[in-house]
């Protein structure tokens, strides 16, 4: 398993725990992002280390070169000199200077291999994270849509539910009304009628009665005292008709010899 597949493997372990565990779908995808941004600086960094490392092992190389060429010079001045002992050391420093470089080289080139896949595996990588970037944000907007929905729904059905209460509330309100507008127009009704005084009233139906006849019997006798002082006590039928002759008789000669004033005037 390589580095890349190390790391993309615990980076899905990592964001499956936390979405498992979130609340906030939008917030654990934010820090996922995150978390894969560490990851890719990390191999970043681990590129960095490499390139750097293998820069150095150049400049070795590159100093044992110069070592080598050092000697292959102090080996043709020894033989110039005709020291064949002095150019046979130079050379065998030639020689392990050269094997090293050799050695070298064969870790530069592995470095190199090893850069060129790491820089491969940091592009796969950053080119993860952005696809990742681009669906975290989808998913983003789809969560928060959901939640928004998810609330007007819940607001909705408060309503609903709010609207329910207020209607059955304004159902007893009209009921109560309606029966308090009965109470009063029967109540006007009766007190029109004078029931009302009599349902009020602590007097039992007899007492009424015996009030009403001896009421009745105070207006007879007011209306009998009335008559007398007119002197016109109660007579027959018949007196009372004779009486009201003589009194239309009287009013017309009354009348006759007023008219007949009038005319002796006139004359």
Do not use: C, W
Not at 66 to 82: F, S
Not at 190 to 204: F, H, N
Not at 207 to 222: C, F, I, K, P, Y
């Amino acid at each position: 398993m390589g580095i890349l597949s190390r790391t993309s493997y615990i980076i899905r372990s990592k964001i499956n725990a936390l979405l498992d565990r979130a609340e906030d779908p939008g917030q654990q995808l934010d820090y996922s992002y995150e978390q894969l941004q560490d990851e890719l600086q990390k191999v970043k960094q681990g590129i960095a280390d490499l390139t750097t490392q293998k820069k150095r092992l150049e400049i070795q190389q590159r100093r044992l070169e110069e070592n080598v060429e050092k000697h292959n010079e102090q080996a043709r001045e020894a033989v110039n000199q005709g020291r064949d002992d002095l150019a046979r050391r130079a050379l065998e420093k030639k020689k392990q200077k050269m094997n090293q470089i050799d050695g070298l080289e064969e870790q530069i080139a592995s470095l190199e291999i090893k850069q060129d896949e790491l820089i491969e595996q940091k592009e796969t990588l950053q080119s993860e994270i952005e696809e990742f970037r681009t669906r975290k944000e989808t998913m983003k907007a789809r969560y928060e849509a959901a939640e928004a929905s998810k609330r007007v729904n819940e607001a909705m059905t408060g309503a609903g539910n709010e609207m329910q209460d207020i209607g059955r509330t304004i159902r007893r309100a009209e009921e109560q009304t309606e029966e308090m507008e009965a109470r009063a127009a029967a109540l006007d009704e009766l007190r029109e009628s004078g029931a009302l005084e009599d349902a009020l009233s602590d007097k039992s139906e007899l007492d009424r009665e015996l009030e009403q006849l001896s009421t009745d019997g105070a207006v007879d006798r007011e209306l009998d005292t009335l008559k007398a002082e007119l002197g016109k006590a109660d007579e027959p039928e018949e007196s009372e008709a004779e009486s009201l002759d003589e009194l239309e008789e009287e009013v017309e000669s009354s009348e006759i010899d007023t008219e007949l004033e009038q005319l002796k005037e006139d004359e």
